[in-house]
Each structure stands twice: as C-alpha cells, then as structure tokens.
C-alpha cells in the first residue's frame, strides 16, 4: 500500500493547515485510515483515524474540536483539517492504512504500510 500525503509547513499559533493522503494503488474506502505523528524524541501518536466502509471517525483527546478527518471518495483523498494549531503539534505527520477498523490507530498498532510523510512546525 502505497500513499502521497502533502499539506505540511509553517503556520503560526492559532492557524490552520489541511493535510491530504491519496493512495496510489487502492481506494481510501478499502482500509481505515490513520493520520499518525511523531514529534523529536517522543512516540508516534496516532491523531485520527476514519474506518473503511461507513466512515466512522475518531480522534485524540488532545484535538477532538480542532482537527476534522474527512475522505473524499471521488478524489480517493483522505484529508486532515487541523485548526486552532498549537506549537504541541509541530511534528512529521504520516497516513497509514491497516485493516478496516481504527482500533489500533492511538498507537499505529495494526496499520502496517505508512506513507513517508509531511511536515507540520507551528511557530511564531
């Protein structure tokens, strides 16, 4: 499983980015899908996911009300809208698929092929 994301770069506290994952070769209803980051020197956390099918969606506590995940079939694009953007947040942000259900995806755990990745610094 193959994925470009893009989206990344520099936004100061309080703005917003949307990052995009388009899969290459399968379509973003086939798999749940997982926006994972990963800050220096800390563990990856995973930040939402959205599952195969009906599109159930989840998020971390720490950005339930800020970040929107959101698929568009059409495009075969997942999105990560991130708003209210914390200096917290800086870190490289990758999408990952694994399975048709997000319940591994605080952790990465079951979502086994990972895109390379976009970066997010939020600064002032």
């Known amino acids: 499983l193959k994925f470009v994301e893009s989206g990344g770069g520099l936004v100061q506290p309080g703005g917003s980015l949307r990052l995009s994952c388009t899969p290459s070769?399968?379509?973003?209803?086939?798999?749940?899908i997982a926006w994972i980051r990963q800050a220096p020197g800390k563990e990856h956390e995973g930040v939402s996911c959205?599952?195969?099918?009906?599109?159930?969606?989840y998020y971390a506590d720490s950005v339930k009300g800020r970040f929107t995940i959101s698929r568009d079939n059409a495009k075969n694009t997942v999105y990560l809208q991130m708003d209210s953007l914390k200096p917290e947040a800086t870190a490289g942000y990758s999408c990952?698929?694994?399975?048709?259900?997000?319940?591994?995806?605080?952790?990465?755990?079951?979502?086994?092929?990972w895109g390379p990745g976009t970066q997010v610094t939020v600064s002032s």
């Open positions: 990952a698929a694994g399975g048709l259900y997000c319940s591994g995806y605080p952790s990465g755990r079951g979502f086994g092929s």
């Open positions: 070769d399968f379509t973003v209803d086939e798999y749940a």
């Open positions: 959205i599952e195969s099918g009906d599109g159930t969606t």
